[in-house]
């Protein structure tokens, strides 16, 4: 079935340095892939989203990359800020049917050491 | 405010009793999901909702059972609660066009002792 993996499971950045999380996904249909943030003890919210027809997208400090040929996508965070602590779940699904789910990486944990 | 709502946050309760955690949505969506997650680790899809009368058993087995009557309400029963049913469950919905992000309720945090 399908499965996105992400890695690393848990990262320690400085304050100020840049966060790289990244991930690959299995399914090559897949067409839409958002990233979610969940501070501890809150409810994951979206923080960014890519579609396959773009290769990269910025925020602000943040930036997601795609490689459709490898199926990798990552997500950038420069000038990390201790409030970037948080687990980062990457995801994929199809958007081209009605019927998607969307499927998660286990997430990585990241802390950002003042 | 349009938001997903779950009831109850917190849920402590002895093994073998029936309960039912409540979802509800006023974002107007069609698609419901339920996960279950402990803390900080992998969302698990445990099932899933298309629309009224439509549900799906999601990648993850569950003992629980949904209905879906109205579509802004997804409730998740298990009819005999168990220690290992102790996690946290979020309740996620979205609409139907190909555009529209995922949301996630506040979640309930299930102690089955």
């Known amino acids: 079935g399908e499965n996105v993996e992400q890695h690393p499971s848990t990262l320690s950045v400085q304050e100020g340095d840049s966060a790289v999380i990244k991930c690959t996904y299995s399914?090559?249909?897949?067409?839409?892939f958002p990233w979610y943030k969940q501070e501890l003890g809150k409810r994951p919210q979206l923080i960014i989203d890519?579609?396959?027809?773009?290769g990269e997208k910025k925020d602000q400090r943040i930036a997601v990359t795609l490689n459709k040929t490898a199926k990798h996508f990552s997500l950038h965070i420069t000038e990390t800020q201790p409030e970037d602590s948080a687990v980062y779940f990457c995801?994929?699904?199809?958007?081209?049917?009605?019927?998607?789910?969307?499927?998660f990486g286990p997430g990585t944990s990241l802390s950002v050491i003042p | 405010e349009a938001d997903i709502y779950q009831t109850p946050r917190y849920l402590v309760i002895g093994t073998g009793k029936k309960i039912t955690l409540e979802c509800s949505q006023t974002?107007?969506?069609?698609?419901m999901y339920w996960y279950q997650q402990d803390p900080g680790m992998e969302l698990h899809l445990i099932h899933y909702s298309y629309g009224v009368n439509s549900t799906e058993k999601g990648d993850l087995s569950s003992e629980s059972t949904v209905s879906r009557i109205r579509t802004e309400h997804f409730p998740l029963t298990l009819e005999s609660a168990r220690p290992s049913h102790t996690s946290q469950y979020l309740c996620?919905?979205?609409?139907?066009?190909?555009?529209?992000?995922?949301?996630f309720g506040p979640g309930t945090r299930l102690t089955v002792l």
């Open positions: 974002m107007g969506h069609d698609k």
């Open positions: 996620a919905s979205r609409g139907l066009a190909r555009t529209d992000t995922q949301y």
């Open positions: 399914d090559s249909a897949s067409n839409y």
């Open positions: 890519i579609r396959s027809n773009v």
């Open positions: 995801a994929a699904s199809n958007r081209q049917t009605s019927y998607d789910k969307v499927i």
